[in-house]
């Protein structure tokens, strides 16, 4: 059973940068499927951030694109995400997760993963934001 262990939340202010990281443990098998970051703010959906599939392809949401970079380590296991020139709008409760279908199914970056089924998640790590 493939574990999901995120950290870095914190608080930050606008403007400002973090970074999240996520410790797939037990993943073991042939990585072939997607990793990514989704997160959710009290009273809202479920959107996924930051996606990367087995080829390294990413995908963003629109609105961090440009701010936000996903990266895995070679051996993909690690899944980070650099968060920049942090919005209010970017607090929330951020979740990592791997989807059980294999990448080459969900798309160019992952980018028809909605995460609403076939989808393993970690705990989730907070992301406060002030001005």
């Known amino acids: 059973q493939v574990e999901l262990v995120e950290s870095g939340g914190d608080s930050v202010q606008t403007g400002g940068s973090l970074k999240l990281s996520c410790a797939a443990i037990?993943?073991?098998?042939?990585?072939?499927?997607?990793m990514g970051w989704f997160r959710q703010a009290p009273g809202k959906e479920r959107e996924r951030v930051a996606s990367i599939a087995a080829d390294g392809g990413t995908d963003y949401l629109d609105s961090v694109r440009g701010r936000f970079t996903v990266s895995q380590d070679n051996t993909k296991t690690r899944l980070d995400l650099q968060m920049n020139n942090i919005r209010l709008e970017d607090a929330a409760t951020y979740y990592c997760a791997l989807s059980r279908l294999p990448s080459i199914i969900l798309g160019r970056g992952c980018r028809n993963w909605s995460g609403r089924d076939l989808t393993t998640w970690g705990q989730g790590t907070q992301v406060a934001v002030s001005s």
């Open positions: 037990n993943y073991a098998t042939e990585k072939k499927y997607c």
